[in-house]
């Protein structure tokens, strides 16, 4: 049994910055495949970037624009997602996510991808 607990959220101005990070537990994050997802408001939730077991990143193009990276620190077991240049529809619930198969790049971005889902951490970006 895999366990991803989400936190870092919060209240930051427009411009600003937040990394989040997820501890998993049950497994080394260096055998899972982890991915960050993320549902605002009234919208279905989205993907918004990925890490493979290899260390290989994806991200979703057009909402993270170069502004996020995703990177793993194995000897914390902990997966983080940095955000910079925050804008106020980052606004969302975001969401880690880890999976235990080695799915090909096109994959990562699709929810059944994962089999272990944390309960969520709120950014919020306002003035």
């Known amino acids: 049994q895999v366990v991803v607990v989400e936190s870092g959220g919060g209240l930051v101005q427009p411009g600003g910055s937040l990394r989040l990070s997820c501890a998993a537990s049950?497994?080394?994050?260096?055998?899972?495949?982890m991915a960050w997802f993320r549902q605002a408001p009234g919208k279905d939730r989205e993907f918004v970037a990925a890490m493979k077991r290899s260390g290989g990143t994806s991200y979703d193009v057009d909402s993270v624009k170069g502004r996020f990276t995703v990177s793993r620190d194995n000897g914390k077991n902990t997966v983080y997602l940095r955000m910079s240049s925050l804008e106020p529809e980052d606004t969302a619930v975001y969401y880690c996510?880890?999976?235990?198969?080695?799915?090909?790049?096109?994959?990562?971005?699709?929810?059944?991808?994962?089999?272990?889902w944390g309960q969520g951490t709120q950014v919020t970006v306002s003035s």
């Open positions: 996510a880890a999976g235990i198969g080695n799915p090909i790049t096109s994959s990562l971005r699709v929810e059944s991808t994962y089999d272990y």
């Open positions: 049950g497994r080394t994050v260096s055998t899972l495949t």
